[in-house]
């Protein structure tokens, strides 16, 4: 029915472990009859705000969400984007971002 009205759709999660596409696989999977623009993530925020403020993040999430900042360059950060990525959280790493 929703596919039928005049709304758009939108699917919304604050998921930081895994990629839209990761998301788009499970969810067609489940019977959802979805298309990958659908798929608003906490993500596609953090993508989209860091496009506008034109900053180079180190990104403390997850390697299954880094499909998500493809094209963002990363060399010389100046900001941090931080999901929840427990292998990433190590002095090292933590030191660089504090950095």
Do not use: C, W
Not at 38 to 61: D, Y
Request: charged residues 30%.
């Amino acid at each position: 029915r929703l596919r039928s009205a005049p709304v758009a759709i939108r699917f919304v999660t604050n998921t930081t472990k895994e990629s839209k596409r990761d998301l788009l696989e499970r969810l067609t999977r489940l019977g959802f009859d979805i298309a990958e623009n659908e798929i608003f993530t906490s993500l596609t925020a953090a993508r989209n705000l860091l496009e506008q403020k034109h900053v180079r993040p180190l990104l403390l999430v997850d390697d299954k969400a880094l499909p998500d900042f493809t094209g963002i360059g990363t060399d010389d950060p100046n900001a941090v984007v931080v999901g929840l990525a427990p292998e990433h959280f190590h002095y090292e790493m933590m030191n660089r971002a504090f950095r």
